[in-house]
């Protein structure tokens, strides 16, 4: 529990530091941030799943900080949000990429 714990402390804390710099350095889209944070999380649980570590490192990584760091609640909230604004075309482009990308990145990273 611990090291899940530390894990997803970090974690948080990152995905909101992403977020932030996201809105005022590069000034784009929510979701954009969403997005790119869920590929790399992706591929870093592929790393982190595939390669040979012990189970506190594991925890540590894959289900905490990882857990914390990317996020499926988010990424269907603003899929929802851009379908209410009527902006259909990017939230199936936003939802059909991230999914498709997302497992793209987990297998290119699990074979790393």
């Known amino acids: 529990m611990i090291a899940v714990a530390i894990g997803g402390f970090f974690g948080a804390i990152l995905r909101f530091k992403v977020s932030q710099w996201n809105q005022k350095k590069l000034k784009q889209e929510k979701f954009i941030a969403t997005f790119l944070v869920n590929i790399i999380g ?25 857990g914390a760091f990317t ?7 603003e899929v929802v949000q851009l379908l209410e604004a009527r ?13 498709i990308v997302s497992i793209a990145f987990a297998s290119i990273g699990y074979l790393f």
Do not use: E, P
Not at 47 to 66: E, K, P, R
Not at 87 to 99: D, F, G, N, P, Q
């Open 42 to 66: 992706s591929f870093l649980l592929g790393i982190s799943v595939g390669g040979a570590y012990n189970n506190f490192i594991t925890q540590l990584i894959a289900i905490g900080f990882l």
């Open 71 to 77: 996020t499926f609640s988010t990424f269907s909230f």
């Open 87 to 99: 902006r259909v075309k990017t939230a199936l482009l936003y939802a059909i990429s991230s999914c």
